[in-house]
């Protein structure tokens, strides 16, 4: 790029533009990962309570079928992502940087991959929108860009909200990810139906593709594809991080922001992701669960990289081996490199949210000493929520958290824009990560210790008030024993004897 | 099984840009070059020795420091900064001043211009910008001596030895003959002699303004257009961004040319004041230092426009010919204070940091 593009390139006036590694991966035709043998299903991988499952150790599933059901206002439902056997219910390592344990289904593949009986649906705009919420919610489909929110609560706060317009998602502006640029290359029109299905479901009138102009063969087919729809209109954005982020992308398409303490819907936007969009369409138009995702394979290490159609609940390692591994990973992250976390080791499984697995050789895993903050600025230049992370890390790393809480800490969505430009290689996410819950803990504790006093002063309060009516009612007893002993004393003692003479007597 | 290596948890992101503060340094290092190496040639081998006698001692105070610290010294020299802050305190110094100017300049620097704050990124004030002020105050008359340009080869120059004797000698008799004034140097005397600026300014003697600055000053005074083209580089870099260089000269120059308008007799034009003196140097290599500036755009521009109006003041009507390492300095002083109000609205909130109304 010539010195004079970048000083006049046009471009928000925040974020930051990573080499984006997109290519070859990118590039590569779809491929699916043959079937493995063992697929392990966790039963949390959505926003919310995890499922709980329906399916006892032994028994013989088909390909769909619910094997765990959705627990609580907000969860999801998962689905048998082949036909076989259930081998075990038990822990395996989540795909999270703790390397903690998770309650998942292990199904043994049978290899015919039958599916279970599905209940597609010819015309899903005949049906209410409160049927489509319900299908959506069955089917466990989740937001696919990450989030994994499930897509039918979303749709339920979109129509109560009066929702106007929905914004479909397809920046994918993290560096090295494909997996939204392939589905919208090669399944446009399925993109473009679901997202048809999901403004009828929250009752938008309008829907704005958002596509990052890096992109141009997606943006090609999704404009074909919704060429037919007045309503549909496929708006290229410029390629700058954090343009997938949703209240970016709200800003950058509508002009609106979303207030801190609302919901985008509120004002009258909801987003969705392509992905998310294309497994509505498959939910409703074949009635087809949530069952199998496009993974991107990519980094240093990977001799094939590209994206895979692989079946939630793969091992991570059979992904690995398809995409060629050369040497050995100097580190595995799970999603972009911007966002994404680092996985403990390859022998966890991909779940709904998998957009990325990412193998990195030892040059991308480098990791800079952190030096001295110089105040450059170049932080709060590139923070897309108008922080001032300098001035936050310095409260923090004084231990000030309730001052770095007042520079809006609160606001930090995480992006990593900020440590990405750090020419100190300063880890500022992780930074606000733990001063975030540092504070939340504070605040769980706070409370606690709240609730512990309340009882103790209600405590001391019962035992003076019991103390006070017991020494009351001994008082009262006493009292009443004096009574009575006057009363028994009264009867004990002589008379004064009054000489009664018998009226007789007085007679005469 | 594919084991991976990495140990522990590394936090997101997992990519980093290529800016690095090795980087920073060395490419306001490359843009300072040019106007050095001007510098240099104009006024022979004795400035040449003040510089690395300069940069020297302030790389030597830090290097002190750190080991008086226990810290590792070598990680932190090659950061780059001492030299940096070496280098400016040197182009900001008479060209022909003795080395212990230098030294005393380049280890006050460093040891109490910076590492008594904590070392990078803690200091309040400028530390080339401390130290000039300091010799300036304790040295008033070897501070303000000032050489007529002598280029290097020209038939008087001082060779490579006699530099040497004239920077860590005495400086030689036919000094006096040499000795020059900077044009505001000679302006201020002149108007105080009662000779107006119309008079003064045209008369044979008078220190003229070239562009590429053949006249009396310190290395960074002279070459304004040297020292404008390397700080049009670091914008172009993006090391530095416009607010401060804009709003420190445009200010300057609104004031010039509107007192100049008023009564140029007693007032300099909006070109000297552009031109001759440190206004470039200041406004892109000294203002801009990230460290002892504000970091948002509305906070630079008051930054700017405070050094500017200051370096005005001073000029015009204080004390001392030249006013922009005071001014730098005072507005230092104010940072904190700007940076306060000054912070960026946040998204979703507004200015006061309350939550947006819906608006449906």
Known sequence: MGIFEKIFRHHPPWGVHPDDHKLPAANAPLRSLPLPALLYVPMQQHVGSPARPVVLVGQHVLKGQLIAEAQGNVSAPVHAPTSGRISAIGEVTAPHPSGLAQLAITIAADGADTWCERLPVDDPFALAPEEIARRTAAAGVVGLGGATFPAAVKFNLGRRLKVNTLIVNGGECEPYLSSDDRIMRDRAAEVVDGLRIVMYAIGAREALVGIEDNKPQAIAAMRVAAAAFGNVQVRPVPARYPMGSDKQLIQTLTGKEVPADARAAEVGVLVHNVSTCAAVHRALRRGEPLVERIVTLNGGALTRPGNLLAPIGTPVVDLLRFAGVSGRPARLVLGGPMMGIVLPHARVPIVKGASGILAFDAAEAHVAEAGPCIRCGSCTRACPMGLLPLEMASRIGADDLAGAAGFGLSDCIGCGCCAYVCPSHIPLVQYFSYAKGELSARERSKLRNDATRRLAEERVARLEREAREKAAAAARRKAERDAAKAAAGAAARPLPVRIVKPASEAAT | ?360
């Open chain 2, 1 to 360: 099984m594919i084991p991976t290596r990495h140990a522990g948890p590394v936090a997101a992101p997992h990519a980093a840009s290529a800016g690095t503060v090795p980087r920073v340094m060395l490419w306001v290092s490359a843009a300072l070059l040019p106007a050095t190496l001007f510098g240099f040639w104009l006024y022979g081998w004795p400035a040449v020795h003040l510089w690395w006698v300069t940069t020297g001692s302030a790389i030597l105070g830090e290097a002190f420091c750190l080991r008086l610290m226990q810290k590792p010294v070598a990680p932190v020299l090659r950061d780059g900064s001492a030299l940096l802050t070496g280098w400016l305190l040197a182009l900001s110094l008479p060209p022909w001043a003795p080395w212990w100017a230098g030294v005393i300049g380049g280890l006050f620097a460093t040891v109490i211009g910076k590492q008594v704050f904590g070392g990078l990124g803690q200091n309040l004030f400028n530390p080339a910008m401390v130290a000039r002020v300091m010799l300036l105050i304790s040295f008033p008359v070897p501070m303000t001596l000032w050489t007529a340009p002598l280029p290097m080869l020209s038939a008087n120059a001082p060779g490579f030895v006699d530099g040497l004797r004239i920077t860590f000698g005495t400086l030689p008799a036919t000094f006096d003959a040499m000795s020059s004034a900077t044009l505001f140097g000679y302006a201020r005397s002149e108007l105080s002699r009662g000779v107006d600026l119309l008079q003064s300014l045209a008369a044979t003697q008078a220190p003229t303004i070239s562009l590429l600055g053949e006249r009396a000053g310190s290395l960074g005074e002279t070459s304004s257009l040297l020292i404008a083209a390397g700080g049009l580089l670091l914008l172009g870099l993006r090391i530095i961004t416009w607010h401060i260089p804009f709003a420190m000269l445009a200010t300057i120059a609104l004031f010039a040319s509107l007192m100049h308008g008023i009564d140029p007799a007693r007032y300099l034009s909006v070109g000297i004041h552009l031109l001759s003196g440190a206004a470039m140097l200041g406004a892109f290599f000294i203002a801009t230092d990230y460290v002892t500036s504000p970091n948002t755009a509305v906070g630079q521009l008051v930054f700017g426009a405070g050094v500017g109006f200051l370096t005005y003041v001073i000029r015009t009507w204080g004390g001392y010919p030249e006013g922009v390492a005071f001014a730098v300095l005072l507005m230092n002083a104010l940072t904190p204070v700007i940076d306060r109000y000054t912070r960026p609205r946040i998204y979703g909130r507004d200015r006061r940091g309350a939550p947006l109304e819906i608006d449906p």
